[in-house]
């Protein structure tokens, strides 16, 4: 597994020069287009990497199937879906999802901003700062790392530059469609993004949902397996946003990408992988890290379709 990792890290090293890393938050903007790391963990518990699996990086966009799964775990199926609906947007992450006159919670998904400022909302605890709390408990225990933290210079950075969600969280309350204080909701929210892993922490929490909700190895039961089914499912359909129709052709596995360059995908019943390669493409996905996965998934017959 080691060497095929390397080879095909070698291969795919021409797409990182081509991608373009994002600089809407300033500090990503200082990332090295050049990096590229990958991890892999099997249902069996054996771990694998190759390159630049150890840098750290925010979670960004990673963090909305954790997000889901709060609410999910604080709030059950029915209450989340009465409130945020499941159906691609065809859209970008950060696209206004609303009609001529409308906005309903039909147009929106967790994976797409909108609906993960949203999530926010529904996580319990009597303050914005317990939530995130709770939440930041639920990534550590899936990425099996009790030492993960915010990286505070990307959360700043993009809380004064997040123009941008602000407007759609503002949108969002005009619609009735947010409960509660806007900026702290988007504070908790620009929190969440900006949780420090590495692509080791990312090929754990594939393993859980690869896992339907049980931790590799310990076999821990972290959530119940129909909350797994839930979350795989719509990252099959909107985990790389606009591009999940080509990205399903292309791999074939549930996977959720950030802005950071990262790319986390869970093989029901096979493994977790977690990539980082900064440098994007038009739509915001990795672009070297597609190309990875495309090739494991042809090497190892892991597309589920
Ligand atoms: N924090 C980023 C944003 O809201 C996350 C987007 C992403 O990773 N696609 O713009």
């Avoid at 930041?136 to 210079?153: F, Y």
């Amino acid at each position: 597994m080691e060497e095929l990792l390397e080879r095909l890290l070698a291969e795919c090293r021409p797409w990182t020069e081509r991608g373009r890393v994002a600089d809407y938050i300033p500090e990503l903007g200082k990332q090295d287009p050049a990096a590229l790391g990958v991890y892999v963990i099997g249902s069996e518990g054996r771990h694998s990497w190759a390159g630049d699996w150890d840098k750290p990086f925010s979670i960004q966009s990673v963090v909305k199937p954790i997000l889901l799964l709060q609410a999910l775990m604080d709030n059950g199926i029915e209450a989340v879906q009465s409130r945020v609906g499941m159906e691609a947007t065809g859209k970008p992450f950060d696209a206004i999802n609303a009609g001529e006159q409308t906005l309903d919670s039909a147009h929106l998904n967790p994976m797409v901003n909108m609906g993960a400022i949203v999530m926010c909302t529904l996580i319990h605890g009597g303050s914005y700062e317990e939530r995130f709390r709770r939440l930041l408990e639920l990534t550590r225990r899936m990425a099996g790392d009790e030492s993960i933290g915010v990286d505070e210079a990307a959360y700043r950075s993009e809380k004064t530059h997040g123009s941008k969600n602000r407007a759609l969280a503002y949108l969002l309350k005009s619609y009735g469609l947010l409960e509660g204080d806007v900026e702290e909701v988007l504070d908790c929210y620009f929190r969440a993004c900006a949780i420090r892993v590495n692509c080791r922490s990312l090929a754990h929490i594939g393993a859980v949902l690869s896992n339907r909700g049980r931790a590799p190895v310990s076999g821990e039961r972290i959530f119940p397996s129909a909350f797994a089914r839930y979350v795989n499912a719509i990252l099959v359909t909107c985990g790389m946003y606009d591009g999940s129709g080509e990205f399903a052709i292309r791999v074939g596995v549930p996977a959720k990408s950030g802005v950071s360059g990262s790319i986390m995908a869970a093989v029901p019943t096979r493994m977790g992988i977690g990539i980082f390669a900064p440098a994007l493409d038009g739509k915001g996905n990795s672009l070297a890290g597609i190309h990875l996965l495309e090739r494991l998934s042809k090497e190892l017959y892991l597309s589920i379709f």
